[in-house]
């Protein structure tokens, strides 16, 4: 297992393979990560805990998911997961290109 600390929170790959990862994504309270969309990866979210906001485009309207819910991500789909006042706990597979992500928005001025 690999716990990553990010500005948001924290992710833990708890599976990696050359065809699957699965991780846990943990989403600080008021904290979302980077509006974006991936060339080849493709993923499905399952939200274990808190209410999930879902960004699918650049407008600033989003979606909640609660507890139990899933979403799938294919390629080119635009997406941001964020918390509102409590924390997220996603669990993710995904297909193995970890490194596949366009970043169209951050809050921390990170680059692609």
Known sequence: MEKIEKPWGYEVIWAKTDKYVAKFLHINPHSRMSLQFHKEKEETIYVMAGELKLQLD????????GPGSI?????GDVHRFGAGARPVMLCEVSTPE???VVRLDD????TN
């Not at 979403?71 to 390629?75: D, L, R, T």
């Not at 809050?107 to 990170?110: H, T, W």
């Open 71 to 75: 979403h799938h991500v294919k390629p």
């Open 98 to 100: 970890l490194d596949d």
């Open 107 to 110: 809050d921390y001025k990170r």
């Open 58 to 65: 650049k407008s600033d309207s989003f979606q909640l998911l």
